[in-house]
């Protein structure tokens, strides 16, 4: 559980730094990036905080997330199974 709470706090660090970076001229500025626009990052980051903080709720609770690998990718996409 420790994993994904650490992984949850670090990608959401990351997001408030990339929101800090597309927000604040003087950062921009300060590093050469004029005109940065990291929203697309700061979403994605954002999105894996919250799966990473999800995990580790359902690890607390006992469950597992299992991909079952099938020969057929279409099928291994749909199959999960909870351990």
Do not use: V
């Not at 994904?4 to 929101?19: G, I, P, T, V, W």
């Not at 469950?63 to 099928?75: D, G, S, T």
């Amino acid at each position: 559980m420790d994993f994904f709470l650490e992984n949850a706090r670090k990608s959401l660090q990351s997001a408030s730094f990339l929101y800090a970076g597309t927000t604040k001229k003087e950062l921009q500025e300060a590093y050469g990036f004029e005109d940065f626009d990291g929203s697309l990052w700061i979403i994605n980051s954002s999105y894996y905080s919250m799966f990473y903080m999800a995990r580790a709720l359902l690890a607390n609770e006992g469950i597992k997330l299992y991909l079952i690998i099938m020969r057929n990718r279409k099928e291994a996409a749909l199959h999960m199974k909870w351990g």
